[in-house]
């Protein structure tokens, strides 16, 4: 690959930075006291709607749409350039992200012409928030296991059942949901997929409290919430197919999650002692460092890859599921390595080590949980298996069987 930019490339670079430099501080520049949820999800509204304006909240999106009509290569360029501004805090990935990188993904794939000019212009501007609806208590990993029931009711369908792990859910205000609608057929082959107004009578929220102290999981009941046909997306009984668009690009945007990156553990390790020395001429010290490194800058390219061949009209394929796994073992070690270095001081709160090393708290507590998120590493380890080294599969006994005997 040519790391160089060509002439088009660079005025579009300089084009978005200096769009960024007028909507977003430099990171170096970021600080303030930290806002209520309210006035985050203002504040993180108000960035995606100068986004969509400009067309950069989906630049690969036709203008048709609300997107900019621009390449992957032109995505990628954005997202390199703010890297560099203060746009966590302001973009509100805890708030948006699910609406824009995996429901518009499978509106655009699988929605008809009516549910994209109806959805996708109030999800891009950030006027409606949407959650997910897939995992459910007695799940686990295997998603096709599903029991949340769809009943035919006229021109309308009939949802109940309990989803849990829903991030958002309780600000959200529509919802993707994958639900069984033919039991009597094998798991795969009897499940649909709705969008559910999540403000609608049947909807119940409630929030799980998180040991961060956060809540932004929930468990969803739903009891006989009434979904007009004109909200299913895909054929009746092929949500399976719906839900695999959703799942590939939730893997694909999970390989490129943040948490404590090299550069946070090289100064802390700069500011450390161990052994009554800098922690930074310890060697352990300095090989964890380089591994964290090494980790993301081989993702990188591995994004980089994918990227060229989204530019090239290909289609990312499941070694897709090496990012994620990598990206968030090494997040969960970075995390554990920054608090060996800050010893006795590992175990105060963020609040009194100050917003400098609050993100090593925040993934210390969040690196356990997108190892589960979005696959778990025993499903992406047999994804690759499978799917990329072409070993024997495991002995699904259950692929044939109509799911009312398994649940019998």
């Known amino acids: 690959m040519d790391f160089n930019d060509t002439p088009e490339e660079a005025a579009f670079r300089a084009e978005v930075r200096d769009w960024l430099s007028r909507h977003a501080q430099p990171k170096s520049a970021a600080g303030g006291q930290p806002l209520d949820p309210e006035a985050k999800v203002e504040r993180a509204r108000k960035f995606l709607a100068a986004k969509a304006k400009a067309g950069y909240a989906a630049i690969t999106l036709s203008k048709e749409y609300g997107g900019l009509g621009g390449t992957e290569i032109q995505n990628l360029i954005f997202m390199q350039e703010q890297e560099d501004f203060d746009v966590d805090t302001l973009h509100g990935s805890e708030f948006f992200s699910i609406g824009l990188h995996l429901c518009l993904g499978t509106l655009m794939h699988c929605g008809t012409d009516e549910q994209r000019e109806r959805f996708i212009g109030p999800l891009l501007r950030g006027d409606e928030i949407w959650c997910q609806l897939f995992s459910e208590p007695y799940c686990g990993s295997d998603l096709a296991a599903v029991r949340t029931r769809a009943v035919r009711d006229g021109d309308d369908w009939l949802l109940t059942g309990q989803k849990v792990w829903t991030t958002g859910g309780h600000y959200a205000d529509f919802g993707l949901a994958l639900t069984r609608t033919d039991p009597t057929v094998p798991k795969h082959k009897g499940m649909t997929m709705f969008i559910v107004d999540m403000r609608q009578a049947g909807v119940e929220v409630q929030p799980i409290k998180q040991m961060s102290g956060e809540a932004e999981f929930n468990q969803i009941f739903l009891d006989n919430v009434r979904v007009p046909d004109s909200c299913r997306i895909g054929p009746v009984n092929e949500g399976w197919k719906v839900a695999l668009v959703t799942l590939g690009q939730e893997r694909s945007t999970a390989g490129s999650l943040a948490f404590v990156e090299w550069q946070h553990l090289w100064q802390l390790a700069t500011q450390s002692v161990v052994n009554g020395r ?11 460092i380089a591994q964290c490194w090494l980790n993301g800058f081989g993702v990188k390219l591995m994004n980089y890859r994918t990227q060229t061949t989204v530019a090239q009209g290909g289609v ?18 970075s995390a554990m390595d920054a608090l060996d270095m800050l010893g006795a001081l590992g175990i105060m709160s963020a609040d009194n080590l100050g917003d400098e090393w609050a993100v090593i708290e925040r993934a210390w507590y969040w690196s356990p949980a997108f190892r589960l998120a979005g696959g ?4 992406l380890r ?3 298996a499978e799917r990329v080294l072409g070993l024997p599969a495991d002995i699904r006994v259950d692929r044939t069987v109509p799911f009312n005997e398994l649940c019998a």
Do not use: H
């Open 382 to 384: 047999n994804i690759l």
């Open 316 to 333: 990312p394929g499941p070694e897709e599921s090496m990012g994620k796994l990598i990206v968030t073992n090494q997040g969960q070690r």
């Open 376 to 379: 778990a590493d025993e499903i």
């Open 278 to 288: 800098p922690a930074i001429e310890d060697e352990r010290v300095r090989e964890k």
